[in-house]
């Protein structure tokens, strides 16, 4: 019998100057970057808690707490490496992942082929199997008001 988990995660943060865009994996030319600990990818940090809590092996913040010097300005795909890792020696194997990142700007459609190949490679998985799509909250709320960016994803895995 195949055992399969399901997992959710979702992150934000704030929009600041003097900070890359970094967005699954990818930095994106714009006036403001994401305010965190690490790169504050928040792609890539909803993503890991999907894969973690599919796993039932906790969150992000219990693996790579922000009060953790080694973490300051962490490249976020070392985390999902690390997180990937984690998996695997777990017996399990990531079938698809789904995020959906919320900004009112910069555009993030033009960037999405180059995330889901980033992504995919960090996760030793094929790019068919990462989606990467991209909303705005019709300027509504914090992400309307160009104040930060969420996303949220989901992720299946199993093992045999």
Known sequence: MIDFRTGIGY?????SENRQLWLAGVLIP???GLLGHSDADVAIHALCDA????AALR???FHFPDTD???KGADSKILLAQVTTLLSQND?????VDITICAEAPKINPHIPQM???LAETMDITPDRVSVKATTTEQLGFTGRREGISAL???LIFRN
């Open 11 to 15: 992150d934000v943060h704030r929009l």
């Open 153 to 155: 994803a989901t992720a």
């Open 92 to 96: 399990w194997n990531i079938s698809n």
């Open 59 to 61: 969150d992000i913040g």
């Open 51 to 54: 894969l973690l809590g599919a």
């Open 30 to 32: 714009h006036t403001h």
């Open 69 to 71: 010097p080694r973490f």
């Open 116 to 118: 889901k190949t980033v």
